[in-house]
């Protein structure tokens, strides 16, 4: 029988915002909650964190030219089987042949961006999570010009649990609007209660009378 991949990805995801989404805590922090979870579906010999792949040697398409610096990293990925073999792609310990990393991507059944929104005091760059979705546009559409490429699943994952501040989705469709992200790429958005709107807890002295 398949492995849902699809359904272990997206029952982390559910449980990891609806568990932590009403913490704040600095953006690493989320990122290691959210490997937990998702640990806690693929097992710990599947799942790795900012894997990095050289960009400079890609074919010069639109997403390339929006997504910054010459290297990027993955916040998470899910490998297709068991092993954690991921060196930086300049590694002596083993050098990737093609010069970017790019070939082990082959081994990932998903690749993954996280943006939180509490971790922004003056709320999510709209600008900011739309090159995420380039990025892994990018990382897709490099792995399917490559001859009998196993292309992974990809997902953009908002947490929207800013204590003020709407992440509006209207906006980063006008980015997207502009420059479409990989129709492969799935992004998906968790919207917590704001802070006024939670059920508060009573306080001890409440609970007496």
């Known amino acids: ?86 060196p930086h792609y300049g590694s002596r310990i083993d050098r990737s042949p093609d010069g970017t990393g790019l070939h082990r991507l082959r081994g990932m059944a998903v690749i993954t961006e996280l943006k939180v929104t509490a971790t922004q005091g003056e709320g999510q760059d709209h600008t900011e999570v739309a090159r995420d979705a380039f990025k892994l546009s990018m990382l897709l559409d490099e792995l399917q010009a490559a001859p009998d490429a196993a292309v992974p699943l990809a997902y953009l994952c908002i947490l929207d649990n800013h204590p003020t501040k709407r992440y509006r989705r209207e906006a980063l469709n006008l ?35």
């Open 175 to 209: 980015h997207f609007a502009r420059v479409a992200h990989h129709p492969l790429v799935h992004v998906i958005i968790h919207d917590v209660q704001p802070m006024s709107d939670r059920p508060q807890v009573p306080r001890p002295e409440q609970l007496t009378g």
């Open 1 to 86: 029988m398949a492995e849902d991949v699809e359904g272990k990805f997206l029952a982390a995801w559910q449980v990891f915002a609806q568990t932590c989404g009403k913490f704040i805590a600095p953006e690493p922090t989320y990122q290691a909650w959210f490997a937990h979870y998702l640990i806690s579906q693929f097992g710990i010999d599947r799942v790795a964190r900012e894997p990095m792949v050289k960009k400079e040697p890609f074919r010069d398409t639109t997403w390339k030219g929006l997504v910054t610096g010459n290297h990027v990293r993955l916040d998470a990925v899910v490998m297709r089987s068991p092993g954690i073999h991921l």
